[in-house]
Every structure is written in structure tokens, then in C-alpha cells.
């Protein structure tokens, strides 16, 4: 009987350890679907940017951006530098990246990448906290956002190695100007 015990304990164990790793493996599929269908979702959008008359095309597009989806707004901002021949390293994870949205290199220079959605000025801490990043990890860095940079987080940046890219910038960026 006690053999009989031991080999029901050891068939409930396999069970359980089968049924945790099916949990994580479809867990990290759905993670990769999402990832597509964001990536996916960002090539619609710049065909919808196109549509825009172009005498109001760059108030519309920062006023859609602020609207979307932020994973998906990172996702845009790595396809358009993929477009412009930059090599893009995409994140594996939304969130808990580290403050890093993904990497970009041309001309053996890598950036690091942050996307911010905002409706008003940009948060100076969120700034200061790139700063810092990029210069733990001795790379310069692109703060790219869909707000308003005011003249505290201008000052911030001047003799960085960070940039500010919004606005019009952004719309460069995106190849829609």
C-alpha cells in the first residue's frame, strides 16, 4: 500500500507540474500574439495617417497618438525607425522593461527608446529618470512623446545625451510630414 501511495504522489505531482508549464507556455504565446498584432496594428495606422488632409494632418495625428494604445504607440515608434533604416531591437515585454521601450542603432550607434503618451507637459521626473538610464548604460537616448515639452525639460536636456523628439519631430519621425 504504501507503494501504491507513492506512485498516486508521484502521478498528482506530474500532473501538476504538466499543467503549470501548459499555464506559462500559453501565457507566453499570448504574449507574443499581442506583440503581433500591435506590431501588426501600427502599419494600419500610418496607412490612416496618410488619409489625413495634409493642412491638418499633424494637430490630428498628436491628437490620435495621445488616443491609442501605449504599447501599440511603442510599437509605431520602432516600425517608423525600422522605415527610416535603423536596426530596431524590440522589447520581449511591455511592462517592467527597465524604462527602455526598445533600441534602435544606425551607424553602429544604439539609442535607447522612451514612448510617453501625454495630453499635457511632459513629466519632468519621467525625463530625468531617462537621463539617468542612458547614462548607466553609456548610450544616448530618445524621449519621444506625444505632449508638450515645456521650457524646465528643455533646460534638462541641454548637454545630454538625451534627446526630445515631439511635435513635429514626431511627425518626421513617423515619415507623414
Known amino acids: 500500500m504504501n507503494i501504491d ?12 507540474l504538466l499543467v ?3 499555464y506559462f507556455s500559453r501565457q507566453n504565446s499570448r504574449k507574443k500574439r499581442r506583440h503581433r498584432k500591435n506590431i501588426q ?31 501599440v504607440f511603442e510599437e509605431l515608434l520602432l516600425t517608423a525607425f525600422q522605415n527610416k533604416g535603423f536596426k530596431i531591437q524590440r522589447g520581449t515585454r511591455y511592462s517592467g522593461d527597465g524604462g527602455v521601450d526598445g533600441q534602435v542603432s544606425k551607424d553602429d550607434i544604439n539609442y535607447l527608446i522612451q514612448a510617453k503618451r501625454y495630453r499635457g507637459y511632459v513629466n519632468k521626473d519621467h525625463v530625468k529618470q531617462f537621463i539617468l538610464l542612458a547614462n548607466q548604460r553609456r548610450c544616448p ?16 536636456v541641454y548637454g545630454t545625451n538625451v534627446q526630445i523628439i515631439s511635435g513635429s519631430k514626431l511627425i518626421q519621425l513617423l515619415g507623414l510630414d
Open 141 to 156: 537616448g530618445m524621449f519621444i512623446h506625444t505632449g508638450r515639452t515645456g521650457k524646465g525639460v528643455r533646460e534638462l
Open 5 to 16: 501511495f507513492k506512485i498516486l504522489a508521484l502521478t498528482f505531482l506530474l500532473i501538476v
Open 41 to 71: 496594428t501600427t502599419f494600419t495606422l500610418l496607412e490612416k495617417f496618410q488619409s489625413f488632409p495634409p493642412e491638418s494632418r499633424e494637430p490630428k495625428i498628436l491628437a490620435y497618438l495621445r488616443k491609442i494604445d501605449p504599447y
Open 20 to 22: 503549470v508549464v501548459r
